[in-house]
Every structure is written in C-alpha cells, then in structure tokens.
C-alpha cells in the first residue's frame, strides 16, 4: 500500500536535493519500497522527467540505488576486500 501524504511536496517550495531526497527516504521507509521503484513512482506523482532526475539525488541515495542495481545484475559488480 503506498501513502502519498507523507512524500508530497509543498506548492509554495520548489523541488530541490535536500527535499528530494527525504521524500525518496521517507517513501523507502513507509511503504517498503525499492529507491529505483520508489524514484520511479515519484517522477511519474510529481511529472518530473526520469532523464531530469540525476540533480535531485544525494550521495546516499545514489549509493544505495547503485548498490540495489548490482544487486539486480543491472549494473557490473564490482570487486570489494572485505577489511
């Protein structure tokens, strides 16, 4: 089930990184969602174009989409020395 009134943006703010990302994270956390559906479901809610998408992700989120798409076999695993 997902609950959208928790992720929307507000008519007065413009859509930037920071807002963004804790619409993307409080998504994750509240309906259990994968960061590539999540993202997805996001851009197509507030008519944002996929393409568009890079400037508004933070580094974490960046991270953990990379890291789901490798899980995926989307993207090359790449070898890491467990320390």
Excluded at 4 to 31: D, Y
Excluded at 37 to 57: R, S
Excluded at 62 to 75: G, P, Q, R, S
Aim: aromatic share 8%; with cysteine; charged share 30%.
């Amino acid at each position: 089930m997902v609950t959208t009134n928790q992720v929307e943006p507000t008519k007065e703010n413009f859509l930037n990184k920071k807002k963004f990302s804790k619409m993307v994270e409080t998504a994750v956390r509240m309906n259990g969602m994968s960061y590539l559906d999540t993202i997805v479901w996001l851009c197509e809610k507030n008519n944002i174009e996929i393409e568009d998408i890079k400037k508004y992700l933070s580094p974490s989120i960046t991270e953990n989409l990379e890291k789901e798409a490798m899980d995926l076999n989307f993207l090359p695993k790449v070898n890491t020395l467990d320390v």
